[in-house]
């Protein structure tokens, strides 16, 4: 392939491998990751990769946090799929606490969920997209995401950082008009969907740049900790929304999008056929939801109404507690996974009775897919790194935490 | 000695245990308001009821002694009932006063509401008003409305001070504390009233509204205000210490202290001598240690004429090291005392000596002869036999006219060196004042009037630049070629111990 | 699910064994640390459970007890779908475990953030230094010990301290002039 068209000009010229610094802020990354590559002419030989610029201290700032007020770091974990990171997290506590949550409660963070992970790949597609050279495609992604997160702004208040999910439920309902605003969303993320696909799929250019680069073998990737769509991509039907249901996907039919080649053009379709199958999802939970309440009553987690609060002595002592003191969680350790956009996204929450958290480990998808990045560059051309780096979609908030 | 089952757990007790004592000693919280250690036990407020097997009546365990053979559940569905009904009883008249109250967050309703009640309120007409802030003392104000009557407030009055102020007026619903007319709560112990009260009915005058308490952090320390050493929780924030709590201690102080030594947190932040200061120009350690240096070591050669002030304010490393360096560095024979001068005392906790460390300081200046009496020290200034002073702490232990007399006749000394917290008279005089630390910026020992040692915990950084008296000692001593090392403060305290027999009879460490 | 994965762990190194349990549904087991690499070989080799897939490695400091770190490793088989939970108590003062950089690719950088977050070196790791922060950075910050305010040491640039500003300014005062714009 590349190799045999270098080869004999090798044998001629005496070089020495150039490193080069593809430095944290590069245009065509789209996050703060510093690759030293050694090439020899265009080709990567060896790559190191550092990460970290973005670090913020994710876990230490959660020990000195209520469990409440872990929620607006969460969202700046993967920040273009917040509410899977909210919601991934109200599990775990809840899980710790022993409490359930309303019906409707998880049927709209089913919902919501899948609202992210449509603005997540419609984020990587169209920025994969753009790095090709493909502005058009971004545009038409971005319009996706931009009609997502009006509906998300809806709901939660905000576009990007929401803080939606609370321990025992949510911050708020729906909104009234919620299912008639999805009714035209969805005609236009299909018409996207169907655009980009023209665009994009056949594309000359993008198949040559995308077929057979960044390949992930079945073995490598189980080995070196891929989930999600990177996984999958392989071959490998890993996915813990089906393999462990959660929330509502135990009662809602979708398909599991599986490549063969674990190629960048596999993410890049298996992507593209999530962004169908989340709408197919939302359609579904939108139909056979019921009205009810949206928060638990446990009287250790659920805040009273707010005229309580106001009127009654137990209601203030019990929303001053609860906010001041942080909900009490039982001490004891859990781990708790769900499907983020990128992969299993794993909450490790230990408490020590108190209603600050003792430690939280977040097992994020994007700082292991750097961990064996090297592999898919090296051997490969420097120009494969670019969409290579798209389609795995590293996320730097959840890769740096 | 009879045995007992609680929830399930058998335990031996002593006779005469209360079942709530029993069932604190086998691990099971009882939740009471009314009872207190140190009080005689009414069985008032019905929170501690428990269930007793062979009774056909929920008994209130803080009264109820333990018989051999008694099985007793603190968690049944019975009790659990009745923990609820008690609660909402109380809450029914209770103020929303959380967002204004000065107990939130140490009060025990919120508390036992959040663990034994939790349900919502059953009440549909007005609550009883009654008057909010009554200066029931001089140092206490009363809220009748979020009072429980408890009467743990009477109790202490009654029990603790003897003093007798206090008492319940009206009835049902309109019953609330007062004095007695004609008198106020004004005993010298009075808030510790706020310390017990379970609520925020009484609250102390001088902390109202300072500081939410998530927000205080707690060190174990000792009260300075005199001699009997009580000991305290000490509660800063942001590196400022808001109040003094007491802090148990059977051999000291029980669970009370008076109200003058509460009051003693604000000399920490008032007047601090931060900035080392030489002759009223402000400099840093590493200038003044050498100017320090150079004068000392002239005024030393003067033999014969330096004296020495130590301050029974310092604690027993402070003292060691000071004796080291008047004895080795400076060479002085003339060690003189200071401190506060005596005050009012009584025959509780009060004590006439104003100051922490006495015994320490008799105890490391132990030989024959070596302390001298302040009054002495003026007349040695007057009279030209000192003609050059280093003074530990700003405190004199003379009446006024002879503290004024003190301070002019500091205008005959060549050299006034200074080592204290506080500005003032003295500092402005010194030709060298250095900044020293409080007792909440160090850690260290005070040994009471009992010959108790008691180890207090440092609280945060010293503040601007001041250091700790014994570093402060090392860093002159080193500026004058001598060598005093020691990095840490319980490295002093093993030599101190180890060096004065006398301090065998002083070591035993207080309970915790 | 059930308990068969701790009876596996216990049927083959029982003496390694010190607790088990099965609290919220997450199977647990604590370990000796000496052969915790050959449990988790054989629990990622053998038919019976097939723990292809190295989840977490992640660390916990319990500050007041004595041992005071435990190492947690997450083990999960994609065909069996079970998770073992595989802890490893760690003394303070002897504070290292053997590496299992060979079982699963992304072990290494796992370990790696274990060293640089809380300080537990990992014996026969090939490339133990920090992931997420600089290689100057002084302490292990989630350590319960580690000051979240506490401030780093300034880094001397290049040996000596380079002040930009200075340097731009001298470039601009010697670079000839040409023809600039003076309105």
Known sequence: ?401 | MPKVTINGTEIEVEKGTTILRAAAQAGYEVPHFCYHPALSIPANCRMCLVEVEGSWKLQPSCYSQVSDGMVVNTKSERVIKAQKAVLEFILINHPVDCPICDQAGECKLQDYYMAYDAQESRLRTEKTAKVKVFPIGPEVLYDGERCILCTRCVRFCEEITGTNELTIIQRGDAAEIRPFPGRSLDNPYSVCTADICPVGALTSRDFRFKCRVWLLSSTDSVCTGCSNGCNIHLEHFRNEVQRYRPRFNPDVNDYWMCDAGRLTYKAIHTDRLTRPMSNGAELNWHGVSGTAADKLGRAIEDKGTFGFVVSPQASCEDLFLARRFAKEVLGTERIYVGGNPDGFEDDFLIKADKNPNTRGLQTIFGHEGELRDFGALIDDIESGAVTSLYMMETQIPVATEESARFVSALDKLDLFVLQAQHHGELSTKAHIALPACSHAETEGTFVNFDGIAQEFDRAFAPLGESLPHWQIFMRLARAMNHKLTYTFVHQIRKEMFEDSAATEEASQTPAE | MAKKLIDFVKKHFGDEVLDAHSRLGNDTVVVERGRVADIIARLRDDDATQMNMLRAITCVDYLHREPRFEVVYILYSIAKKHMLTVRVVVPEDDCNVPTIEHLYGCAAWMEREVWDMYGVTFEGHSDLRRVLLYEEFEGHPLRKDYAKQASQPRLELLGKERDSVEEFNRYVKDKPSEGSRQA
């Open chain 1, 1 to 401: 392939m590349a190799e045999d068209i270098y080869k004999p000009i090798d044998q001629d010229i005496h070089s020495e491998p150039m490193i080069l610094q593809m430095g944290p802020s590069h245009p065509a990354t789209h996050g703060t990751v510093r690759f030293t590559l050694t090439l020899e002419g265009e080709k990567v030989i060896k790559c190191e990769t550092e990460v970290g610029y973005l670090h913020r201290g994710f876990e230490k700032e959660c020990e000195e946090a209520t469990w409440t007020q872990v929620f607006p770091y969460t969202d700046r974990l993967n920040y273009v799929s917040p509410l899977l990171n909210n919601f991934g997290y109200a599990l775990a506590v809840e899980r710790l606490l022993g409490i359930e949550v309303p019906e409707r409660c998880d049927w709209i963070r089913t919902i919501m969920g899948e609202l992210s992970r449509l603005s997540d790949h419609l984020t990587c597609i169209g920025a994969g997209g753009l790095e090709l050279g493909a502005m058009t495609a971004f545009l038409y992604a971005i319009e996706g995401r931009e009609l997502v997160w009006d509906l998300i702004e809806q709901v939660t208040g905000a576009r990007l950082t929401v803080s939606y999910g609370r321990i025992g439920g949510l911050k708020d309902d729906l909104t009234p008009d919620f299912a008639e605003r999805w009714a035209y969303t969805r005609e236009r993320l299909i018409e996207i969907h169907e655009t980009t696909h023209k665009l994009l799929t056949r594309n000359r250019i993008f198949l040559d740049r995308m077929e057979g680069t960044g390949v992930i073998t079945p073995e490598m990737g189980v080995s070196y900790g891929y989930t999600g769509v990177c996984l999958r991509s392989t071959g490998v039907a890993y996915d813990v929304r089906k393999d462990h249901p959660y929330f509502k996907y135990g009662e809602v039919d979708f398909d599991v999008p599986v490549g063969k080649h674990g190629d960048n053009m596999d993410r890049y379709l298996c992507r593209m056929e999530e962004l169908v199958q989340s709408i197919r999802i939302i359609d579904q939970c939108l139909a056979k939801m019921k009205p009810g309440p949206i928060n638990t009553d446990d009287p250790r987690v659920a805040l009273p109404s707010k005229d309580k609060v106001y009127n009654t002595i137990e209601g203030m002592i019990s929303h001053f507690k609860i906010i001041f003191e942080g909900v009490q969680v039982p001490a004891g350790e859990v781990y708790s996974y769900t499907e983020g956009g990128n992969g299993e996204l794993g909450f490790y929450i230990v408490s020590n009775g108190t209603g600050k958290p003792w430690k939280i480990h977040v097992r994020s998808p994007s700082l292991i897919v750097m961990g064996g990045i090297h592999k898919l560059f090296e051997g490969g051309l420097l120009a494969d790194i670019i969409p290579t780096f798209d389609t795995v979609n590293m996320i730097g908030g959840e890769c740096d935490k």
